[in-house]
């Protein structure tokens, strides 16, 4: 990115802070090693506890038993034989104990681990807690066989010198000799605020109460989202942002945690955590460069959750430029309304094995034809054991019901009139969360067809996903504020007779959609009686069909108040029908 940023991150992570091979943090580590007191070290505990056994141990032997002279096979046993084994015993059962594991080869590997730091060459012990290493000073620095253990909202990867060795998720994971850390992220939801703080004013000049230091932060701040409208207004906002490691979440009952890491022993499972550990390992290993930034600074390096706020940087700066400062608050920019969204499938449809046999777009046709065609079939079967009975044939004429319509009402919607400032939120939401998105021209006019989104492209390669991006709180020069504000109080008349005109054409639409599906669905309500009783004649049919409305009346309360006199109305004309 060609952006520098100061950003505010909760749950976020400090490259600095995980990165074993940082050659400043090393040096720090090493220095707080070297300063730790003596006595505050592992190995003056372990001298100090043998020296005090075996002072008890000589003291028994010279004042309990006899001297030393008298016991020296027994001692020799007891300090090359039994003391070692069980030494080795109490490490192995308390190896049980030590770290939440379940396997075999797991306890061994703990108890390998404690031997080893009996013996000095053991390596890190890493705690991580919320994407952030918990140890003690200078434990990074030890090079021999490691453990690291994650809580259930933390992943890491680990490598060597040379190379890639493991993706960890939330567990207990053991690290081999030289193997590091390599990078941490955290699996809540990552919160990223961009541009000005709550109060401060980027427009105006330096005060006598602020330091130099102060003013300068205040107008970092202001160039991390600076940009420039079509007619050269600069305009300041902020940007907020929500995304997170695009990792999938664990079913009810399913292994996993609840932040976004999937387990399991099924081939499914395996498979989703595998999955998830790439879109881990992506995330990491993705860690980009700042080209304009100095070689050690610490903005030389973008890490994973800096990169979504970079890129809506990139497109608001790019949208802007579009517009001119009037649209921004003018509702003039029509906007078509999406298609409905097509309802994805689960898991349990996209296994082949699982699916039923689909039939083609015209389903309601496909059926009423076999519908009429088993009819036929019927009628030429009962035909023929008429004539092998002797009787005589009588054909019956019936009324074609009508398939039902269907229940969804066909509106045709109309454009949306948005302002500028909503066109960009959208746009900059899209870019960052959809394959494909709409064109915009320089002057922010919607052509044909769409185009593909590189920056959701990148966030997919670098395993992460967007969940929404905000921009508002905009700031400009004083005097365009009250340019702005005066406009305001000129306009407010016409924008509000526009905003009702709006308003009342969604309420006509909405209006004529509900009456259209009211129809439909009384035309389905009816038709079910027609279906199921089948009545011969118009007479029947219509008497069907009043009975079936007065029931629809009688059964809603609603209805059975305001349509009082239309029901006397039906009874009155089903008695007219049942005296003809």
């Known amino acids: 990115m060609t952006v520098k940023f100061d950003m ?20 720090i580590k090493f220095r707080d090693m070297d300063d730790t007191p003596f006595y505050k070290r592992p190995w003056f505990y372990i001298i100090a ?26 001692i020799f046993v007891d300090l090359a034989c039994i003391f070692p084994i069980l030494l080795v ?10 770290l939440p594991v379940h396997t075999f080869h797991d ?48 992943a890491a990867v680990t490598r060597t010198a040379v190379a890639i060795r493991q993706v960890a998720g939330p567990g207990v994971h053991f690290m081999g000799k030289r193997e590091y850390v390599a990078g941490i992220v955290d699996l809540h939801v990552q919160s990223q605020t961009i541009g000005p703080k709550e109060g401060e004013k980027p427009f105006e000049d330096k005060k006598d109460s602020q330091t130099l230091e102060e003013f300068a932060q205040i107008q970092d701040r202001r160039r991390q989202v600076s940009a420039l409208t079509r007619d050269g207004i600069e305009v300041i906002p902020n940007i907020s942002i929500s995304f997170r490691v695009n990792t999938g979440f664990p079913k009810e009952g399913k292994p996993g945690s609840r932040f976004g890491y999937r387990t399991g022993v099924t081939k499914k499972d395996k498979e989703n955590e595998k999955k998830d550990k790439e879109a881990i390992r992506r995330a990491i290993l993705g860690e980009g460069i700042n080209p304009i930034a100095v070689l050690d600074s610490p903005r030389r390096r973008v890490a994973w959750n800096e990169l979504p706020g970079s890129l809506a940087v990139d497109i608001w700066r790019e949208y802007i430029a579009k517009f001119t400062l009037d649209q921004l608050f003018q509702p003039d920019q029509p906007v078509t309304p999406p298609p409905p969204r097509v309802p994805q499938p689960t898991e349990e449809e996209i296994d082949p094995l699982s699916q039923p046999i689909q039939v083609s777009s015209n389903r309601d046709a496909m059926q009423n034809s076999l519908a009429r065609m088993v009819r036929e079939v019927n009628l030429f079967m009962s035909k023929a054991i008429t004539r092998l009975e002797g009787e005589k044939e009588q054909v019956v004429k019936r009324p074609i019901v009508p398939p039902p319509l269907p229940m969804e009402p066909r509106v045709k919607k109309e454009p949306e009139l948005k302002t500028a400032l909503q066109v960009i939120n959208e746009m900059v939401n899209a870019r960052l969360t959809q394959d494909e998105v709409d064109i915009l021209d320089d002057h922010g006019v919607r052509g044909q067809g769409k185009a593909p989104s590189p920056e959701n492209k990148l966030l997919q390669e670098r395993g ?45 639409l909405v209006e004529t959609g509900g009456e259209e599906k009211a129809i439909r669905q009384y035309a389905d309500f009816l038709s079910k009686d027609l279906i199921q009783k ?12 009043l009975l079936r409305t007065r029931i629809l009346i009688m059964n809603n309360p609603q209805l059975r108040q305001r349509m009082s006199e239309e029901q006397q109305d039906l009874e009155e004309i089903i008695r007219m029908i049942e005296g003809t």
């Open 8 to 27: 505010k991150i909760s749950h976020g992570m400090d490259c600095n802070a995980i990165c074993g091979s940082d050659l400043e943090d090393s040096v």
């Open 49 to 74: 506890w043998l020296t005090i056994l075996l002072g008890v141990y000589g003291w028994t032997i010279i004042f309990g038993m006899g001297g030393i002279q008298n016991n020296l096979i027994e």
């Open 89 to 98: 015993l109490w490490l192995a059962f308390f190896a049980q104990f030590v």
């Open 107 to 154: 306890r061994q590997k703990i108890f390998e681990r404690l031997i080893s730091y009996l013996l000095g060459s053991h390596g890190p012990a890493l705690f991580i807690e919320n994407g952030q290493i918990k140890e003690h000073s200078g434990e990074r620095l030890k090079k021999g066989p490691g453990v690291l253990w994650l809580d259930s909202a933390s």
């Open 464 to 508: 992460i996903e967007v969940l929404r991006v905000t921009i508002g709180n905009l700031r400009f020069d004083r005097e365009i504020e009250d340019t702005i504000i005066n406009r305001w109080t000129t306009t407010w008349l016409r924008n509000a007779q526009t905003e009702s005109e709006q308003v009342e054409r969604k309420r006509n």
């Open 534 to 545: 089948k009545p011969i004649g118009i007479k029947e049919t219509l008497k069907t069909l």
